[in-house]
């Protein structure tokens, strides 16, 4: 399982990321590198994660979400997940993401 492709748009003091692909372990790893690097050198006042071409998620991709969600209260920001395809959505309600008001 690959990520074929993260691209970043930053517009008005939010940096969106578009991920396009699967999400696994070892894609999740280099989403994060690639997000994390954006998001320190901008300090984005929101950070959205557009999971609209996300074909596959695994348990990795909750953990990516969280980890952003953490990343961005540090640098006192915020962070939205949208575009979520219904067959995943769930995955997210059920780990708690949906309480954190973070799902769009």
Not at 8 to 27: M, P
Request: net charge positive; aromatic share 6%; glycine share 10%.
């Amino acid at each position: 399982m690959e990520i074929k492709m993260l691209k970043t748009d930053y517009q008005n003091n939010i940096l969106t990321a578009y991920i396009e692909g699967e999400i696994d372990h070892d894609s999740a790893v280099k989403i994060r590198t690639q997000v994390d690097g954006a998001a320190q050198s901008l300090r984005p006042r929101l950070l959205c994660l557009d999971f609209s071409n996300v074909s596959f998620m695994d348990s990795s991709g909750v953990g990516l979400v969280m980890g952003r969600y953490r990343q961005m209260k540090l640098i006192g920001g915020s962070l939205r997940v949208i575009n979520i395809p219904d067959r995943m959505y769930r995955i997210f309600a059920m780990s708690g993401l949906e309480g954190l008001g973070v799902l769009r």
